[in-house]
């Protein structure tokens, strides 16, 4: 197996006086997740209105995102889906919360699970399956349901308060296998040659360092990872997109077939393809995206204007 980070323990310094604002969430957010289904996301609606009021230049950046990442889109489409966007962002929230203590009868029942036949297909072969998913509004809950179909391996950023890192450790670990610290590639290569379902983020903003700049959406020049890459070329893997999107019933989790080729092609090609099938996800259900990340802060060296001055 490979190295797995060492799940945190419960202190009794948890009980401390310094710990009490962050149980005091925890009991208000375990309470809440008890209500039905339609009036969490009511409360998730508000508390989303009440995030942009509280963090402006987050919300800010939500709404230049979509204008940038589709131009065509009229003032009054990009309100509406900056909108609910915003409502899906409180959200957010709850289904964290909701992702980590929900009992599984109830996970299991709020769930709808497309496409699996594409990672039964790379099973079949003997292959990893490197599930590469979007950043959506939604994931952490997503991510609890799908190991009730596979268990899965992902990386894993340690909280900085020890008792929210408890907390989040063994919310997410509930129906998976495993995590592997952020910066042990190794070990994600590794359990993708041990033919294991593991999940990864492409489509985020890393910085100037291993990125190469490809079209995504309106912006021709998006720092996109060339890391991804690098997984799928040194393991027996195949490459699949992985989209967590809402249904009036709850939620359901879209495996898209898998993405033969990438690991051939010339790094360019490969991630102006990806960046593509990225795009054409987001488009199935935009409100759902993480827009509040500068997906476009990183500029290339030749244009180093700011996209969100």
Known sequence: ????????????????????????????????????????????AGTGKLIAKIVPKRAKVAKRNITLWNPELSEAQVEALYKENIRRTG????????????????????????????????????????????????????????????????????????????????????????????RNAKALLQALDEKELCLYLPDQDYGPKQSIFVPFGGVKDTATTTATLMFIRRSDCEPMLISSQYTKRGYKIKVFPALHGLGEMEDTEALTLLNQHIDKAIKEQPESYLWMHKRFKTRPADNPSSLYS
């Not at 959506?136 to 990386?155: D, K, Q, T, V, W």
């Not at 509930?174 to 610290?181: A, C, E, F, G």
Request: hydrophobic content about 50%.
């Open 1 to 44: 197996m490979a190295a797995a980070i060492k799940a945190p323990t419960f202190r009794l310094a948890f009980l401390g006086p310094k710990f009490w604002p962050v149980w005091l969430g925890v009991i208000i957010l375990y309470l809440i997740t008890w209500l039905p289904l339609p009036v969490i996301r009511a409360i998730g």
């Open 91 to 182: 959200m957010a929230l709850f289904e964290t919360a909701m992702g980590w203590w929900w009992p599984n009868w109830r996970i299991q029942r709020a769930f709808e699970i497309e496409g699996t036949e594409h990672i039964e297909a790379a099973f079949a072969k003997g292959k990893g399956v490197f599930g590469m998913a979007l950043h959506n509004m939604n994931l952490e809950f997503a991510c609890r349901g799908i190991g009730y179909y596979h268990p899965s391996i992902a990386f894993y950023r340690k909280h900085n308060n020890p008792l929210v890192d408890y907390l989040q450790y063994h919310g997410r670990n509930r129906s998976n296998k495993y995590m592997i610290d952020k």
